[in-house]
């Protein structure tokens, strides 16, 4: 399992709100991002609903791995992102993610961009993330995982054989 560190922050903006910034440290994959989700629901769960995820030290991300930021985007969690690699905007831009995932240059802009945009207007009472049930998936996945990769092995090594079975009784 590789792992991700995130650096969390509250900046105070100028009308009162608060907004989480979170550092992501690492890359962002099946094995972690289960502790980026997990943490986010622990603040929202605390009454956070504005977010800034700061990935210009994440050296890897697997895009299908973000499906989450887009259900709580859906459920009204306002989520900015700063510090995607050149690659990884195209890549977003390239899935027509780029409407939903608000990218600015940096943490200064998009901060700013909180209070100009004007969603605090918008902020609404948030459901609670039932964290006990999120971990209750995350164990259910995990144990799917490794019968999969079991499963895996086990063609990988039948493969295996078959191919020396075939090449002995090639050269026979």
Do not use: P
Not at 20 to 44: F, H, K, Q
Not at 155 to 172: E, G, H, K, P, Q
């Amino acid at each position: 399992m590789k792992r991700i560190l995130l650096d969390c922050s509250k900046y105070q903006l100028s009308n009162g709100y608060s907004v989480c910034i979170i550092e992501i440290l690492g890359g962002v994959d099946s094995s972690n991002d289960y502790t980026l989700y997990r943490r986010m629901a622990e603040m929202i769960n605390e009454g956070m609903m504005f977010f800034l995820l700061d990935f210009s030290k994440v050296a890897y991300i697997d895009s299908t791995r973000l499906g989450f930021l887009i259900k709580l985007i859906d459920d009204g969690i306002k989520i900015k992102f700063v510090g995607f690699s050149e690659r990884y905007f195209d890549l977003l831009e390239m899935l027509g993610l780029t409407q939903l995932f608000k990218c600015y240059k940096d943490k200064e802009d998009a901060l700013s961009a909180f209070l100009r945009d004007g969603e605090f207007l918008e902020s609404k009472k948030i459901k609670k993330i039932d964290l006990a049930l999120l971990d209750k998936h995350r164990k259910l996945w995990e144990q799917q995982r490794k019968k999969e990769n079991i499963v895996g092995i086990v063609v990988v090594v039948t493969m295996f054989l078959l191919f020396i079975l075939y090449a002995i009784a090639s050269s026979s």
